[in-house]
């Protein structure tokens, strides 16, 4: 049974241990499942973020290289970044931030990200990459799960390749029932018997058949379908799977 856990004023929770838990702050519900592929601990970071005048959640999910203490030290320097922005709304100073840590922390610590926040007051939500896989978003019961692509191809490298890397960040306006998906690619990745990946269109039509179910639900919908075609459970890679509604609690 999963765990329910609010996150309210000037709060962070999150880390790198294997977790499936529910997670809510003051204008967003939160399903999360991680899993290494080795061990209690792996090379994907999760992380909730709510400012200190409970207006500004920041969600961030990173794939890092390395193992053991090149993922401890990126997450702590996760969890401090996002302790000096949390009422920041550019979530570019996030990024850009990592990107230096990782440049002096070396190959290890080459790491993929996503940021996202969302701003309850006018309900809109910014997206900035550092080389991950984009957000995937559906507005309103029924329509379609469309990729938040980045707009720049030379822009948002993954951290710790460029010390010059540029971030961008962009921002769309949400409504009451939306939701959104973060992952890592060892969802999008995971192989199935003849080592074909799951891939974005088998993603995209798992998370459109579970539209209609709750958040916790929806989640465990998907999942069971990625491990029906890898014939087990997913191993081959860490794996992340954040789902997100807007304005609705998981309880």
Known sequence: MSVHHQIRCAEI???IEAVDQDVSTSSLAISLYSAPCKGAAGGDIYYVSVCGGDQLTRIVVADLQGHGEA??????????????????LDNCLVLSELNRFAIEQGFEAITTAV?????????????????HPPVLL??????????????????????????????????????????????TDGIIECPDARDQPWGVRRFREALARQDDRPLPEAKAGVLAEVERFAGGKIAADDATLLMVEVGRSTT
């Open 71 to 88: 993922v401890s030290a990126m997450s702590r320097r996760i969890y401090s970044s996002l302790l000096d922005h949390l009422g920041d």
């Open 115 to 131: 940021v996202v926040s969302f701003l309850l007051d006018g309900a809109e939500m910014s997206y900035g990459y550092a080389g």
């Open 138 to 183: 559906r507005q309103s019961r029924g329509a379609s799960w469309s990729m938040l692509e980045p707009k720049r191809s030379k822009a948002n490298p993954a951290l710790g390749v460029f010390e010059d890397a540029v971030f961008e960040q962009w921002t769309i306006p949400l409504s009451t029932g939306d939701r959104f998906c973060v992952y």
């Open 13 to 15: 929770w999150g880390g």
